[in-house]
């Protein structure tokens, strides 16, 4: 086996985990289960990992994780608020003018 990613954010290992998995790689993840223990333990100690069964696939595997990371680095362009029509800087998650967040309705009693 050989290992293709790791994250301390449990939910992106489990994304790589999903995506691998649809292009038909058997992969494993290890240390996803500490995720209810950090805090406890260093965050080192609680990386998530995603290892590649078959090391035959590692190379496809190491590709599509890396364009998965490109395509989240582009998302982090600027982009343009759906409930007011901001234009907001990439680094923000959520709408700095009605604090909606994308995809989802407005805030209420933030305006
Ligand atoms: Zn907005």
Known sequence: MKKVYSNN???LVWHVKNMLEQQGIDVVTRNDRLYSIA???PVTEC???VW???ALYYQYAERLVKEMEKLES???K???CDACGE???GTFAVCWNCQSVPGCEP???LT
Request: glycine share 12%; no cysteine.
């Open 9 to 11: 954010n449990i939910a």
């Open 39 to 41: 805090g406890e333990i």
């Open 47 to 49: 990386m998530g990992e």
């Open 52 to 54: 590649v069964v078959n």
């Open 74 to 76: 582009e998302e982090m």
């Open 78 to 80: 600027d982009w343009t």
């Open 87 to 89: 234009d907001i800087s």
């Open 107 to 109: 805030a209420s009693g």
